[in-house]
Structure formats: C-alpha cells, structure tokens
C-alpha cells in the first residue's frame, strides 16, 4: 500500500484576532486532530457539511493556507511520501514547495472566480507551466493544446475569455490547469457544488476519465453523498473539524456507526429511493 | 502562443465599447486628445521664430536653432525681431523670404516697442486677445498654457496615482503592520494643511514645473491609496488568488499580474476627475503666485494680473483663460463620466 | 379541484444591448408559460439555469426588475382576479397577504439592519388589523413554530445573529406572519448544509399539513427533494414547461427525454459503461436557443420535426402533460 499522504494530528486555528497589536488572541478551531491516510490510485471522498473543516484540510494539502490567512496556527504533520522522499507539506517552502506543486494540484468550486476573468483560457492553463517547468513556447503549446482536448475543449478556445464559455467548459478549463503539469494528486474541492445537475455528472465522467488517462489520485471533498456513491472508493466524514467516521465508502454508506452519519445518509435525499 | 488577435470579448474591449457608446464622453476623449497632441505642435503654429527663412541662397530653420542677429544683417544684441525682417526681405528682395508659423507671436516675447500704447492692450488685430502687462501676447500664452496644464494635470494625475496604487497595494495585500502603517500615513498626509505647506514652500524654493510637479505628488498620492487597498483586499480573497499559488505563482507575480489588473476599477474611474482637480490646483497656485512663476505662460498667472485692475477693466486677462480653462476642463468631466459608464457593471447584469 | 392560481399565457422578456453588434437582444426569460396551482398541494418548479422557473415565480409577484425585464404579456389569476393589472395600493395588499415570497438569499428576505422583531410586526401590522403589542406577541408564537426555541429573548436579535438554517425559518414566519394563502418559495434550501434543509422542508411540509398555508410553489434543481415534498412537479427548460404531472407518475414514467435524463444525472446512475449518465452538451444561452424544439440539440431522441417545429403542451395522460413530438399525435402510427 503505497501511501502518498499520511497526516496526523494536523489542527488549524483560526485567529479571531481583532487588531494588530491587542493581546487577547481568541481562536476557533477550523480542523481539529485530523489523522488519515490517502493512498496511490484511490479516490478518497471528505465529506461534511458547513464548518466541518474539509475546505481547511483542503487548503493544508495544497499548501495555501499559510497564503489565505497568515495569522492562522497550524499543526501536526502533512507528510507528503513522494516516491522514496518524505516531505512534511506544512513545512516545505521555496524551490522545495515548488517541486512539491508540480505533483500536487487542485480544482476550486466555483469556476467563476477561480479564474482571471482578464486572461485567455491559453493563458490560464499556461500559468502553472510558466511558474514550475522550463518548457519553451512551443512545448507549452503542445502540452496546453494537449490537456485541452483530454478535457473536452478545442484549440480554438485558448484565445477565448472565461465569459465565452458555459458553465461546465469554465470548470473543464480550471481542470485543465490543473493537470497540464501532469500532477500525481489533485485536490477537488467541492468542483461540482456550483453546477448545475445534468452537467454535473458530465464533469463527474470527466474526472473518472481523467484519472485514468493521468493516472492521478484524488482527493474529493464533496457534501453530495450520491456523488461519493458512485465516485469515491473510501470516505472521510468530518464534523466540527473532527474526523467522526472514515472506512470504505460502501461500507460507511451502507453501515453508518457515528449518529452524524446517519443524519448525513437520511438528509441526502437521492432519486433512487 | 500565437499572437492574440484583438479579441471582441475582452474584458477592454468590452469596456471600451461601452465608452464609445457614451457619444459626450467618447467625442470629448477625441476632441482632448487631438487638441493635446496638436498643442506639443505649437512651436511650429504659434511662434515668433520663423519656420524657414531663404537669405542670400542658404536656408535658415530659426525655429529650431538660435541665430545671432547679424547672420541676417540685422543690428541687435540677440535674435533678430522676424516679423520686422520678414517685412523688410518681403519688399526688397524677391529671392528671399521668410515663412513665419501662422500666429506669428510668442509666449515669452516682449512686444513693448510694437505696441501702440501701453500694456496691457486689449484684443487688436495683430494680437487677437490682447497682451498681459509686460507686453506679452495672450492668445501664444493661452495656448501654451494649456499644454502646461494639461501636462500638469496628467503628470501629477500618473505619479500619484501610481504611489498610491503601490501603497494600496501593499497595504491590502499584506495586512497587518504594513496595512496599519500605510493606513496610518494615509491619515496622517490627509490631515496636512495642503496650501499652507505650498505657501511655506514657495517662500523659499522657486518651483520651476518639475519641481512643483513633484511637490503636488508627494502631498497628493494618498488619493487612490484607500481605494485599491479595498479592491485589493477584494480580489485577494477569491479562487483565482488561490489557484495562482497552486500553480506556483509568486506573491509579485500574484499582485501584478492577477490583483491589481482586477482593481483598476477605482483607479480608471478617478483619473479623469483626478486631472481635473490638478489643473485646477495649479490654476490656482499660479493665481495666487505659489505655483509657477513667469515668464512661464499661466493661466492662473494671466487671471491674477487682470484681477489686479479695477473691476474688469482688462476683462481680456481674466476672461479669456477662464473660458480656456473651463472648456479643457468640462472636456476631461465628460470623459470622466464616459468611463464612469463603462465601468458601471450594474446596468444589465441582473439578467444572470 | 380546485385552482388556487392560474398562470395563462406569461410572457416575461429581459432586454439587453449585444456588446459587439450595439443591437437590442430579447431574451425570452418566459416564453408563454401556463400553469395551475389547485388548492392543497406543493407544487415543484424544476429546471436548471436558464429554465426561467426563478422569472415565472417573480413575474407573479411583479418583482420583474424594468427596464432591463417586462412582463410582456399573460395573465395570472388568483382568486378570480388577474393579479398583473393590480397596483400600487391593491398590489400591496396581495403581496404578504395572499401571496407570500421567501427567497434563496435569506439576505434578500431579511433586512440586516432591523431586528427580527421590527420585521415581523411591520408584516403583522401592515396587514392584519393588531396593535403593536399584540403584533410583537404573535411574532413570538411563529418563531417558536417555526423551531426556534428562544424566540422571546433573541426576537430583539439581527438576522447576522443567527445561523442560516434559522434565518431561513425567520423568514418563513415572516412569511406566514399575515396568514397567506400560497407561499412562493425560490430555491429556499439551496444555500443551506443538507441536514438543515431536510429540517426547513419538514418544517414547510408541517406548515402545509396544518392549514396554516393553503398551497406552496417550491421551486428548485433538486428532483430528489421535489420526490420528497411535493404533489405535483412542472418540469422547465429554456423559458418553457416541458412537462407537468404529479410526482408519483413523473418518477414512474418521465415522458420527455429531458425530465428522463435529469432523473438519471441526479440520481448519478451508471450505464452499462460505468459511466454515469448525463445529458451531453451545455445549459441553454437565452441567447441562441435552436430553432423548433429547444431541446433538440441536447435531445438524443431527436428526430427531423423537432429541428424544424416547436411542440405543444399536451395531455397525453389524465393530468400529465407534455411538449414532446415522440407524444404528438401524428407519430403515434409511427
């Protein structure tokens, strides 16, 4: 079993800090403790609702959650096993973090504002080869052309802006740029949330399509218990930043131990009951 | 990447084609820039040097370089006075000649031994709007007057503007001490009793333009500062911000690329009203002998001259700029509110 | 049955200028909607964006933003009166008190600088002829209906005070607050964690089983909750019903492809290449909408009228109607 993060005890406080200087830190805890594994070839579903913390987990293995608030205290191991190197994802800065994004890459939630609204698609999904490889032009062109079409967009979109597209093709262009650098992880959080229901399950084709031409492993935070149903092979359920229950996602559906399961399963109302 | 055709969908182009549906606006953008760009032309328009003259079989460009009297036969210590030679080759010789610019005054020029009576004369035929009270022509110094101006307003508009984007920036995206520092400066500058300062300056320095340019932004950059700080402080809690981590971007690479072309907002809508409140301002400071001194050609300075005689006794010194200054003004507001429009997203967008 | 409201021929345009040709658009947000609300029941409006099941509920209470929208033409009667030509002072009196609206935003329901107590009362005391006093009292009584326990000590409380789920309940007794007859709800839950919304739509169900509302429009994306909690669903895509029918038929035997495909991608049922089933191509732009049909494009049932003519809505089955050329009469030899 080829562990490709093992986290521990990972806690991230909130400061609720008002001004600069006042000594009364109060804080809230977004993630409290949070232990799991993610391993090789899997797709592993977060699941929680508001406040549950599964956005915070997310952005501590992408790395930015020092980026999206500084004053935030984070602890516990990250540990990212990149072939036969150990790296703690919460201490990596640098050159180092900068190899480490190359592996590890994520697509947001809402397709919208998770783009320059003011740069081409060309120019979004080129960003991340700009910054992490050494490509000339026209190798980037090759590999931008290439993911495009993996994703079910043409060439002739790379001049276009986000505004030309639908809603579906925003979030192909986001996925896109996320695995034009050819990742081993990609982090989705909540990357359907904003779609509208037949497309939905277009991008959820996608995704499996995508992991298996890419190879990728994935983490899927989600609050729809019917997408991780029918895409994720185990489950992690979070409450309150805690972790309440986590197994095989066929048996944590089927055989639900915590009672915040069991809330979760009855309230997500699907049409094949 | 192939070269990016100009692409309709742009969020500029987009932009722009709402500006141009703004006629007032649209038409006063073309009207005030033609009229800028043609008055960096002046020299050759409005001058007391001639453009070619034809003397004895060479050629001479007077408006280019400085020739001794003598050179044309001409008894005086500095240049030759060309309209009198223009006169005098005219009738002699018909081989020579001299090309004088259509309004053959200058703005520095002293017409004290052309003048029927004394300074300063109203509108006549030669000087259509009259001489100041040193015997200088005022049509040659209104219009360079309103290069100056113009000049002005756009310097100190683009410097200040750009100090204040770089603190509105910093201040937003880092937070914390660097915010509390710039907020803190900008309260501090804001509270500064601006023209006393000018006033205390003036009496020891004489500022030429460069130097009072670069006053007026040392007392004027907190103006945007405020407003990016807040687009910024927007923009920087968005997806895209995140994302751009993702892909490795560097916090310079974050700003100046993904933040601050997101902000502009605030900055493309004050510009037109920023430049109109400095040309006042120098206006003003030129009026009350703070601003640039003469013989540099002012508005400000034109208006305090007539305003020194009783009622409006030499009307053509106060009038005349007045009406300058407000049409180049009322042409930059129109503007200003053209792009006001185009920056105005609310008009259609609840269609979503 | 009786009809409660009756939406005839609606037809509510949004205006716009196209940015690279400077022409006026016409976006048919409404394109000649009717539809019945009887008495006693939940009625679903579903469909995904561009469906025009927001504009429809709006046009009814007249909340169409001009000039960008207009209610072009159409008719809506509710208790024999046509509730588009009404008003200023009549339209007042409609609105809150035989029609009531909750919104997706509860900011847009709650104002953030009043209390919940300035609110409610203002409902009460517009409409139904109490004192203050006696206002705030009632107030106090929905609040605790609605599920919020503490309704004396936080009525004084602003709506940041509370959590979404309950300012969602707040704004359903405000609502409620001068006993309305039907409540247009707009995507009420949509914005709120799961166990919440099954919270707010048993509370809405309760609400309904006790008479304390006549008949509620429920509009949403979720066929899941519509199986749930309503009588009966209209089905909308691209400013047009598609199909009615009551719940229990549509989920048994869904007629048009559309409402087949949106049970299947809802559900995230897979085919037979484990592959989950979806409707290929992108949400309808009001913008360019196909000729014939509008579902033509994205149909995989299509056939040669459907590019060429738009079907009408009709009664296939008792009660169930549909807008589909595979159910027109002229093809049934075929």
């Not at chain 1, 995508?210 to 019917?226: A, C, G, Q, R």
């Not at chain 3, 000039?67 to 509730?83: A, C, H, L, N, Q």
């Amino acid at each position: 079993m080829n562990k490709l993060f093992e986290i521990k005890d990972l806690s991230v406080k909130y400061s609720s800090k008002k001004k600069v200087f006042s000594n009364n830190e109060n804080y809230v805890n977004a993630v409290e403790s949070v232990s799991f594994d993610f391993i090789k070839g899997e797709v592993l579903g977060i699941v929680g609702e508001s406040g549950s913390g599964k956005s915070t987990v997310s952005r501590c293995l992408l790395s930015i959650i020092k980026h999206i608030d500084k004053s935030s205290l984070v602890s516990g191991n990250v540990v990212y096993n990149e072939g036969t190197k150990s790296i703690d994802l919460l201490k990596t800065k640098g050159k180092e973090l900068k190899q480490v994004r190359k592996k590890i890459q994520g697509v947001f939630q809402d397709p919208d504002s998770s783009m320059n609204q003011r740069l081409t698609a060309g120019k979004i999904i080129e960003e991340p080869l700009l910054n992490l490889t050494d490509l000339t032009k026209q190798e980037r062109e090759a590999k931008i052309k290439d993911v495009l079409q993996k994703c079910g967009l043409s060439e002739e979109d790379i001049n276009k802006y986000p505004n030309e597209f639908s809603a579906g093709q925003k979030q192909r262009i986001c996925i896109a740029r996320a695995l034009v650098v050819e990742p081993e992880i990609l982090i989705a959080d909540e990357p359907l949330s904003s779609l509208d229901i037949s497309i939905q399950a277009q991008i959820l084709n996608l995704f499996a399509d995508l992991k298996e031409k890419y190879n990728l492993s994935i983490v899927f935070i989600t609050h729809d218990l019917n997408i991780v149903k029918v895409f994720c092979d185990r489950l992690i359920v979070m409450k309150d930043g805690k972790i309440v229950e986590q197994g095989n996602t066929e048996n944590v559906l089927s055989n639900p131990k915590n009672d915040y399961t069991r809330t979760l399963l009855l309230s997500n109302i699907s049409n094949s009951s | 990447m192939s070269k990016n055709k100009s692409n309709i969908n742009s969020l500029f182009h987009k932009r722009w084609s709402k500006f141009k549906l703004h006629k007032r606006g649209f038409y006063s953008l073309f009207v005030i820039l033609v009229l800028y760009a043609l008055s960096f032309l002046l020299p050759f328009i409005v001058n007391k040097d001639p453009l070619i003259i034809k003397y004895n079989g060479n050629y001479y460009f007077p408006v280019f370089k400085y020739y001794s009297a003598a050179t044309f036969n001409v008894q005086s210590n500095s240049e030759a006075n060309y309209r009198k030679l223009k006169q005098t080759i005219d009738e002699k010789n018909k081989d020579n000649f001299v090309l004088m610019p259509l309004y053959p005054y200058g703005p520095n020029e002293n017409l004290l031994d052309e003048l029927n009576s004394m300074p300063p004369n109203p509108p006549a035929k030669n000087n259509w709007f009259g001489t100041d009270d040193r015997g200088r022509d005022v049509f040659a110094r209104v219009l360079y007057g309103f290069n100056i101006s113009v000049s002005f307003g756009l310097l100190v508009t683009l410097f200040s503007f750009m100090l204040g984007t770089l603190a509105g920036a910093l201040s937003g995206f880092y937070g914390g001490k660097t915010d509390m520092f710039f907020q803190r400066a900008v309260e501090i500058w804001s509270a500064l009793p601006f023209l006393y300062l000018i006033i205390i300056l003036s009496s020891f320095i004489t500022p030429g333009f460069s130097l009072l340019t670069f006053i007026l932004v040392l007392l004027n950059w907190v103006g945007i500062t405020l407003y990016v700080r807040g687009e910024v402080l927007r923009e920087k809690a968005k997806e895209y911000v995140f994302a751009a981590y993702v892909s490795g971007s560097s916090k310079f690479r974050i700003i100046t690329r993904h933040i601050l072309p997101n902000s502009i907002s605030p900055i493309v809508t004050f510009a037109p009203f920023a430049v109109v409140g400095n040309i006042a301002l120098l206006v003003a400071l030129d009026f009350l002998g703070f601003g640039l001194q003469p013989p540099t050609a002012s508005w400000g300075q034109l208006i305090q001259q007539g305003m020194s005689y009783p009622t409006l006794d030499r009307w053509w010194l106060i009038i005349i700029p007045l009406i300058f200054q407000f049409i180049t003004l009322i042409l930059i507001v129109f503007v200003g509110e053209g792009f006001r429009d185009a920056f105005d997203s609310k008009q259609y967008s609840r269609l979503k | 049955m009786k009809k409660i409201l009756q939406i005839l021929n609606l037809k509510t345009y949004f205006f716009a200028v196209d940015e690279k040709s400077n022409k006026e658009i016409i976006l048919k947000a409404v394109d000649d909607v009717s539809l019945d609300v009887y008495e006693d029941e939940i009625l679903g409006i579903v469909g995904e964006s561009g469906s025009g099941k927001t504009v429809t509920a709006q046009s009814i209470m007249q909340l169409i933003p001009e000039p960008s929208g207009k209610i072009v033409s159409g008719e809506i009667f509710y208790k024999r009166e046509d509730v588009l030509k009404k008003h200023g002072e009549e339209l007042r009196k409609i609105r809150g008190k035989d029609i009531a609206y909750i919104f997706q935003e509860t900011y847009s329901s709650l104002n953030p600088v009043l209390t919940i107590e300035e609110q409610i009362c203002e409902v009460i005391t517009t409409h139904l002829d109490k004192s203050y006093d006696e206002a705030r009292q009632i107030s106090v009584d929905l609040l605790i209906s609605m599920g919020i326990k503490d309704a004396k000590d936080r009525i004084k409380d602003y709506p940041h005070q509370f959590s979404g789920g309950m300012r969602q309940r707040i704004a359903l007794a405000m609502a409620l607050a001068a006993k309305p007859s039907l409540l247009i709800a707009d995507e009420p839950t949509t914005m709120l964690d799961v166990t919440i919304q099954k919270q707010i739509l048993d509370l809405l169900l309760s609400i309904k089983k006790n008479k304390q509302l006549t008949s509620v429009i429920f509009i949403t994306h979720n066929l899941g909750l519509v199986s749930k909690y309503c009588d009966r669903v209209a089905v909308m895509y691209a400013g047009k019903i598609q199909e009615v029918s009551s719940v229990s038929e549509i989920m048994k035997t869904p007629l048009h492809p559309y409402t087949k495909g949106l049970l299947s991608a809802s559900a995230f049922l897979k085919d037979k290449d484990n592959k989950v089933y979806t409707i290929p191509g992108n949400t309808p732009s009001l913008k360019e909408l196909p000729r014939g049909c509008k579902f033509c494009n994205r149909c995989s049932e299509a056939f040669d009228k459907c590019f060429i003519s738009e079907p009408d809505l009709i009664e296939i089955n008792p009660n169930h109607f549909v807008r589909c050329h595979l159910y027109q009469e002229t093809n049934i030899n075929e």
